[in-house]
């Protein structure tokens, strides 16, 4: 089947497939006498893998190395599950810095008045130092209790 075909029914637009081609994560198509990528079921099946590797967040390198062990028939589930559980780290640590960045934006939208007037500590705060501004922010807020003295 051709690119585009290949393309439909694995999902995986035919600008992507060039890609994993190009960087190695598939194997080069083979090609028609008239020069065009010829795509096997066994081919569409491998990209649809990336895909669904892709939907769940793999980088490509990831990619590679889930490839190489769903082609080792030798391989043991230990070595998947250990990468698998290292993307898990590396998403959980991605979700607690969205969640904190989500809260100090939530500080300052809070602390904002969003009248007339210029003073914005949205900006302010994007223009200094913002682990203090945060702090500070918050205080000021009623957040956060000032240290007693």
């Known amino acids: 089947?051709?690119?585009?075909?290949a393309a439909k029914a694995s999902g995986v637009?035919?600008?992507m497939i060039r890609y994993y081609e190009q960087s190695g994560l598939i194997p080069a198509a083979d090609r028609t006498a008239s020069g065009y990528r010829d795509y096997s079921d066994t081919d569409v099946h491998m990209l649809r893998f990336i895909r669904r590797a892709r939907d769940?967040?793999?980088s490509?390198?990831?990619?590679s190395d889930l490839l190489?062990?769903?082609?080792d028939e030798?391989?043991?589930?230990?070595?998947?599950?250990?990468?698998?559980?290292?993307?898990?780290?590396?998403?959980?640590?991605?979700?607690?810095?969205l969640q904190d960045m989500a809260r100090t934006l939530t500080v300052l939208v809070n602390a904002c008045h969003g009248d007339h007037r210029p003073h914005c500590p949205i900006l302010q705060s994007l223009e200094t130092d913002i682990e203090n501004e945060d702090l500070a922010i918050q205080?000021?807020?009623?957040a956060v209790a000032?240290?007693?003295?």
Not at 68 to 71: D, E, F, V
Not at 139 to 142: Q, Y
Not at 146 to 149: E, S
């Open 1 to 5: 089947m051709n690119i585009g075909q």
């Open 13 to 15: 637009s035919a600008k």
């Open 56 to 58: 769940l967040g793999f």
């Open 60 to 63: 490509v390198a990831e990619i």
């Open 68 to 71: 190489g062990l769903w082609r």
């Open 74 to 97: 030798t391989r043991q589930s230990a070595e998947v599950k250990r990468l698998a559980q290292g993307h898990i780290d590396e998403l959980e640590k991605k979700i607690k810095d």
């Open 139 to 142: 205080r000021r807020s009623g």
């Open 146 to 149: 000032r240290p007693v003295q």
